[in-house]
Structures are given as C-alpha cells and as structure tokens.
C-alpha cells in the first residue's frame, strides 16, 4: 500500500513556489539526496532558492523513530521574471527558464553562494516582438539542454556557448507546455493544443518524426514524464485532471487513461527507481502516490480521486506489459493516496527521489514527504 511514515513536513517561505527538484546523488552513491531547489513565481521580486533537508532513523527503544526538520535555506539568487522551469544539468549547475523569453545557467559555490554564469536572453519572442514565455526544459545531456516556449518555439542549447546550435520555429503553433528526451537524438514535445510530439534531432528538417492527438475531451496536455525503464510509455498530465499512459511504439489512442483530479495537472513523475509509483500534482490542491503494485484498492474512499475509470477510446495492454498499460489504472486496480487531504490551493510542482517527496504550492509552502514506503 503506498504510504507515508510521517505526516508531510511543511516549510512556509516568501512567495508562491513554481517549481521544486532534487539534487541529483553523485553517481554510484546510495540513500538519499538532501538538497533541493526552488523557484518562485508572482511575485515583485522572484528567487531561486537552494534548501537542505535531513531526515534520519534514531534509535529508541529496540526499534527506530525518524527524525525530520524543515528545510534549511542555503542560499539564494534574485531573478528576473517568473521562474517557470528548473533542470539540475550536474551537482553544481542548475538550468532555470523564465517569463521573460529567457535561460540561465546558474552553479552552486562552496561558499553558499548561488550565481548565474550564462544566461540566454530573449530566446523565446512572439512574431510580434514581445517576450515569450519559455515554459519548459528537458536535458539531452549534462552540457545540452532543449527550450520550449509559449512562441511554439524549440531551440537546442550547449551550455557553453552563446548561440542556440538549432531553433525550430514553428515547432507548435499554440504553447510547448512540457519537453522529455527519451534518446540521446529524441525528444518529445507537449503543447496546449493537445498535441504530443516525437522530434529525432539528427534530421535537419523542422518537421515532427510522428504527431500524436489526444482527444478533444482531455483539453490541453500539461505535463509529461517518461517510464525511466521502458523509454516507449510516456504519462501526460491534462487540463481536464486525466492521465493518460502511451505506448510510443503503437499509434491511435492511448494505452490507459484514469480521469484523477479534479482540475490541471501540473506535474507527474515516475519513480526512477520503483516505477510502479507515480505521483501527479494539481490545480485542485491534491498531491497524489499512485502505487501499482497491488490488485486492490484499500485506499478510503475518502482519499481517493472522484474517478478512476476506464475511459472511451483507451485500449488495454498486453497481459505482460507494465500495469501502466495494463489497464490497471483504468479499472481502479490501484492504491491512491493524497498526502495533502487538507490544502486547497495549487500544487505546482513535484519532485522524487529515493525516499523523500517535495512539492511547491500556490500556498507559500515547500511540502516534504519524507520515507514513504515504495517497492
């Protein structure tokens, strides 16, 4: 069943926090990440904020108590614009995209203290000239980094150079609303015109390798995060609060849907290492662990999604082929649980790894779930 061994550890900052991730752990390293950024969004003046958590098992008593404290900030930077996207390229170096059109690369100094060392301006305008929106990032590598923006632009980026080494103009003709790379030459684009696209960059041309819709009654797709195992099963968050699982490797409709939230999905994410564990965040103030694993649903009624159901046009997947094709999420064949039953305003963004949950909400908060029980 997918739990949480303590309550939610809530930390209360200045200003509405648009986007959370952890620091990735150093290759070959064991447990978990203590250090997470964070980005702000309206208001007068917006940050990138790094914060340390530390969560340890003390004993007491022939068995063990974990002991958890707020975040602590390590230290911050002042930027222009809303934060609207945060991709860790290395330990030291953090990507960050911004309302203003623009890009940065910011790196972590021992000397707790956080700066930008390149920065990208205007990358994404409207054809009439003002700044556009760049509203999402994805990392082919650690020294690449591919931009989406509400100008339907792509463009790829060395993080070392100045100049974009390619743009794709009219990539989509409504808002890139999220970016994933599934190979080291392919990415796929999200927009808020339904359209989920495959982009192999080692042609030259500007069109899409493949275009998947999906239908009308979804709205606009809003997230999108790739299986960390199986490169061909993406999950896409839409406005309308469905998910929905896509088999890459099959045209038409997509392989499950499961109608969850009651309004946008703004983040999803597959565990990186237990995938069978997904968590979606929301409009609606709900923050969701969606553990497959099981054959029965012993969540209350209480704390699950209004609906989870199969949907028209969706099709099952084979009997062998993950429970997120399967059909299992459609039939209810899951435990779902809301780690924030109480909170009403936005969840905007979420990030896992290892044990420990972050999310970033419209409420002033960091909220950290720390030690849940995935497998």
């Not at 003709?173 to 392919?186: D, I, K």
């Not at 088999?247 to 499961?258: E, F, I, K, N, T």
């Not at 209004?306 to 099952?316: A, E, L, M, N, Y």
């Amino acid at each position: 069943m997918a739990s949480g061994s303590i309550d939610p550890v809530v930390k209360y900052v200045t200003g509405k926090v648009s986007k959370v991730r952890w620091k990735p752990l150093p290759s070959g390293s064991i447990g978990s990440s203590d250090i997470f950024v964070s980005g702000s969004w309206d208001e007068e003046v917006n940050k990138i904020c790094l914060w340390r958590f530390s969560s340890e098992d003390q004993p007491m008593d022939h068995t063990s108590v974990t002991s958890v404290t707020e975040p602590e900030l390590v230290c911050s930077c002042e930027v222009q614009g809303d934060v609207m996207d945060l991709q860790f390229l290395d330990e030291e170096r953090i990507t960050a995209s911004f309302s203003n059109g623009c890009v940065a690369v910011l790196k972590y100094r021992p000397a707790r203290s956080l700066a930008v060392i390149q920065k990208w301006a205007g990358l994404h305008r409207f054809k009439g000239g003002g700044a556009a929106p760049c509203t999402a990032l994805a990392l082919l590598n650690s020294t690449t980094v591919v931009t989406g923006g509400e100008d339907g632009r792509l463009t790829l980026l060395k993080v070392d150079e100045q100049q974009p080494l390619r743009t794709i103009d009219n990539a989509d003709n409504a808002t890139v609303t999220s970016l994933a790379c599934t190979l080291h030459s392919e990415v796929l684009s999200t927009s808020s015109s339904r359209l989920l696209k495959v982009w192999d960059l080692r042609k030259h041309d500007s069109k899409p390798a493949r275009v998947l819709s999906v239908s009308d009654e979804y709205l606009s797709i809003q997230s999108m995060d790739r299986h960390p195992h199986q490169p061909h099963l993406v999950a896409l968050g839409c406005s309308s609060g469905a998910v929905c699982f896509w088999d890459l490797r099959h045209d038409g409709h997509p392989s499950s849907l499961a109608q969850a939230h009651q309004a946008d999905i703004w983040d999803l994410k597959f565990h990186r290492s237990y995938p069978n564990n997904l968590f979606t965040c929301s409009q609606d103030g709900a923050l969701w662990h969606w553990d497959a694993n099981t054959n029965t649903t012993q969540v209350p009624p209480q704390q699950r999604p209004d609906s989870i159901r199969q949907r028209p046009g969706s099709v099952r997947g084979e009997p062998d082929s993950s429970p997120w094709l399967s059909g299992a999420v459609s039939h209810g064949k899951v435990d779902v649980r809301n780690y924030l039953p109480h909170n009403k305003l936005s969840v905007n963004a979420l990030d896992i790894e290892s044990r420990h949950l972050v999310c970033g909400t419209d409420s002033e908060a960091i909220c950290i779930v720390p030690n849940l029980v995935v497998r």
